[in-house]
């Protein structure tokens, strides 16, 4: 990483900023699919996206390659978390926004309410903002203003595409609401491999509990362990939940140690945490991303919520 930050400064005065490229399009860069795909849709035919950090991929772990670089070089605008999600890559960042390159976080309008913000790991914020989807509607309205500064000729269009996918956000927040309340309380309880989950947590009332912490470099130990297996056994709670982009064993090792005190709690399903689906399917937009995990808790610990999602489209 200190090799690549060092190396920015040559690589990035041979290159342009702002602008577009031949076939008229903004080539944006963007550190993660929730990211990317919130882009796409708002730029619409004016943007070109390439996302660095793909489906099942830990961006808590991502360093940035050689390849990357040149990517973020070329890119006419990059957008990221801003709030450390991209730890080992922001030193990158940094550098190039220092070059000129307009470097965006999504997160600006919320990086200064303090009241909105959880606490994290290492005096970090918890990054985990897109599970909140009032609160990624904030980060949707900074791209569409950032985009439309890039190409004011086409803003009203811009501007249009981001109301039209604000009015998605919002059935969808109403959605993820409806149906979490709809699960008991008494298990209303989101145990997962680490703590992804707080913002989810605080919008829509549900209690969540990590293995690990907000960043999956901490290890769970076997204390963390034995205290979650407590918590499940004395509160009954019927399912875990592993995720795409965190290893499995964690979560395993609360199966079979809660099995082993005659209590059978199963897995619920896999859940996207800090990454989306495949590219190309449902899951694989932002949208189709909280849909899956919201139906997915909800029918696991016995709330109502239809099998194929809001939209009928869950695989």
């Keep these: 990483m200190a090799a690549l930050a060092a190396g920015l400064p040559l690589m990035i005065s041979c290159g342009k900023t702002g602008g577009a490229r031949d076939d008229g399009k903004i080539r944006v860069v963007a550190t993660t ?3 990317g795909d919130v882009v796409a849709v708002i730029g619409g035919d004016e943007v070109n996206v390439e996302t660095l950090i793909g489906a099942g991929v830990d961006p808590h772990l991502y360093k940035a390659t050689a390849t990357d670089v040149k990517k973020l070089q070329a ?22 926004g220092s070059n000129g390159k307009p470097v965006h976080a999504v997160t600006d309008r919320i990086r200064g309410d303090a009241g909105y913000l959880l606490d994290g790991d290492d005096d970090h914020v918890d990054p985990h903002v897109w599970m909140d989807v009032s609160g990624w509607m904030k980060a949707a309205e900074v791209i569409a203003e950032k985009l439309a500064v890039l190409r004011p ?7 249009q595409r981001r109301d039209g996918y604000l009015d998605e956000l919002r059935k969808l927040d109403a959605y993820s609401r409806k149906s979490l309340a709809s699960i008991p309380e008494s298990r209303r309880v989101l145990v997962t491999a680490h703590d992804a989950f707080g913002y989810m947590a605080r919008a829509y009332g549900i209690t969540v509990r990590g293995i ?27 399912a875990v939940f592993v995720e795409t982009s965190v290893p499995k064993k964690s979560v395993e ?13 199963r897995i619920g399903g896999e859940l996207f945490s800090d990454a989306m689906g495949a590219a190309g399917t449902y899951e694989g937009t932002y949208i189709g991303m909280i849909d899956h995990n919201v139906t997915l808790i909800t029918r696991a610990l016995g709330g109502e919520a239809p099998p194929q999602g809001m939209k009928g489209k869950l695989q």
Excluded: C, H, W
């Design 33 to 35: 699919a929730m990211i």
């Design 153 to 159: 000729e086409r803003a009203a269009e811009i501007l």
């Design 212 to 238: 690990q912490g907000i960043s999956t470099e901490s290890e769970a130990g076997l204390k963390d362990i034995n205290s979650l297996v407590d918590f499940l056994v004395e509160r009954n709670i019927p």
């Design 253 to 265: 090792a609360l199966v079979e140690g809660a099995r082993s005190r005659g209590r059978d709690v």
């Design 75 to 96: 890119a006419d605008v990059i957008f990221y978390n801003g709030l450390m999600l991209e730890g080992k890559m922001t030193g990158v960042l940094e550098k190039i």
